[in-house]
């Protein structure tokens, strides 16, 4: 059960110096993130959803404390290492610590640690409040466009099987088979990425995430062109090595 996030006058009540608070959250999160390893989940991508998060509330008309809060801390849990646990509960974990000393209202701070909770792909607990879904909406749009595709690389890069091909040799796109993110790495586009416009819970996450998908529809649009000029290369250098 979620607490309530309002008063009973109906909204949540912000601290006197919000903007200080917030500073002070930034810095922190900046300083855990200083010697991450995982560039695709570092403060790179913290600092993109910070502010994706922060247009979107306002498109939303969503609590912008709460949001640019939860969204500094989303990943903070990734800093830990030897885990066992969930990074989304790690990092509400932390957060609860590190909001500890500014005595935010419980109904404030509960808000703040839901978004965190329900931003997660796998953890399973559905984003509850407006805030939270915006949270949700902007890490996932960091996944998309341009950005996501250099997350894609960073974050492949580092976690690559032995016996992983970057695409199927016959079947690069996908249309004939099924996607199969665990031995290519191109099918992630095509299991998750091209599929995350109909998770977007806002207009807002809806109307970016379109544009960005339309990118990666491009990319491989490019790719493709690219690999079809490489097999008219292919079949040359075929004839030419059976005619020599």
Request: glycine content about 4%; hydrophobic content about 40%.
């Amino acid at each position: 059960m979620i607490p309530s996030i309002m008063t009973k006058e109906g909204s949540m009540q912000t601290p006197s110096h919000p903007s200080l608070l917030v500073d002070a959250i930034r810095a922190e999160v900046q300083a855990r993130f200083a010697s991450f390893e995982d560039l695709a989940h570092g403060w790179e991508h913290v600092q993109r959803v910070y502010y994706l998060a922060a247009y979107i509330a306002e498109q939303e008309h969503a609590d912008l404390f709460v949001v640019t809060l939860a969204a500094l801390l989303h990943d903070l849990g990734r800093t830990i290492r030897n885990h066992t646990s969930p990074h989304a509960e790690r990092s509400a974990l932390l957060a609860d610590e590190l909001l500890a000393p500014y005595q935010l209202s419980q109904e404030i701070q509960q808000a703040i640690l839901h978004a965190i909770l329900a931003h997660s792909y796998r953890k399973g607990v559905a984003p509850a409040t407006l805030e939270a879904r915006v949270l949700y909406d902007a890490d996932r749009l960091d996944s998309l466009g341009a950005s996501g595709i250099l997350r894609w690389a960073l974050s492949k890069g580092r976690r690559h099987a032995p016996q992983s091909k970057t695409y199927h040799p016959d079947d690069p796109f996908a249309t004939q088979r099924s996607p199969d993110e665990k031995h290519y790495v191109l099918d992630e586009f095509f299991s998750k990425f091209l599929t995350l416009g109909e998770a977007m819970t806002t207009r807002t996450g809806r109307v970016l995430a379109q544009r960005r998908i339309t990118f990666l529809q491009l990319y491989l649009q490019e790719l493709q062109r690219e690999l079809e000029e490489g097999n008219r290369g292919k079949a040359s250098l075929e004839w030419w090595l059976t005619a020599s």
